[in-house]
């Protein structure tokens, strides 16, 4: 008998992942289609009866909107709910609100593609009064600012969640909550990587789309018993597939 099951959603599709643009911990919405992927993971987790009575997600206003729009599909109302910056999405530094594809000409596109894609290369950083540095953000006033990114790899986005996973999340699982996670595709693939053991080389490979549920069953020692996506597995394949191969055109197109 499984002993948890942790469902894992990053959010619907943002205004700048359709304009191409990097995002990183800049506060950026939902796009149309990104509110239409929310309310249908929701419905996806309503059909298979899916119970949740704990939320975690980042504080960024886009997986925060998933978050809302999933549970109002769901018809649940004053779910516990813990906000942390721990979650964000990695911090893209001198890059965030760029066009990938006049970065990819500016830089060349090895090297973007070597920032975006490799596991401990982190892009070029923001200056300390740059306002895109987060000390700016009334968000974290509350954090020391040697804590915050000037800019971040995949694996300084898998240390900075991991206090996270030690402390609130881990016990939390154990304690038999029922736990949604919301969070961006970067931390979503530090969790990931964390629950699947996954090198630093397989990594790099692992895509998360966009409003899908990903679920994960555990055992008592929260290894991974099974894990699977919510929805049509063809399409959800497919998306997966297009996510990777769009991510590297789009740098010269």
Wanted: glycine share 4%; charged share 25%; hydrophobic share 35%.
């Amino acid at each position: 008998m499984n002993k948890y099951r942790l469902i894992l959603l990053r959010h619907g599709e943002s205004l700048w992942n359709l304009q191409n643009r990097f995002t990183g911990w800049t506060d950026i919405d939902l796009s149309d289609n990104g509110i239409i992927e929310a309310k249908n993971a929701g419905n996806l987790l309503l059909k298979e009866r899916f119970n949740i009575n704990l939320i975690f997600t980042s504080k960024l206003k886009r997986a925060i909107s998933t978050m809302e729009l999933c549970l109002n599909q769901m018809k649940l109302k004053n779910i516990e709910t813990h906000y942390e910056w721990r979650l964000n999405e990695r911090h893209y530094g001198a890059l965030q609100g760029l066009n990938k594809t006049d970065t990819a000409i500016k830089y060349g596109e090895s090297k973007v593609l070597n920032w975006r894609r490799s596991y401990d290369t982190a892009p070029p950083k923001v200056n300390i009064d740059d306002k895109r540095h987060p000390k700016f953000n009334n968000y974290y006033k509350s954090i020391k600012t040697k804590e915050l990114p000037f800019s971040e790899s995949l694996k300084d986005t898998v240390n900075r969640f991991l206090p996270l996973w030690d402390k609130k999340i881990t016990p939390s699982i154990e304690s038999g909550r029922n736990i949604l996670i919301v969070a961006h595709g970067n931390s979503i693939r530090a969790l990931v990587k964390i629950l699947r053991k996954i090198s630093n080389q397989e990594i790099i490979n692992l895509n998360i789309p966009t409003g899908v549920p990903l679920i994960y069953e555990l055992d008592y020692d929260l290894n991974v018993l099974k894990d699977f996506y919510l929805g049509n597995q063809n399409e959800i394949n497919n998306r997966i597939e297009s996510v990777s191969k769009e991510g590297l055109k789009k740098l010269t197109n």
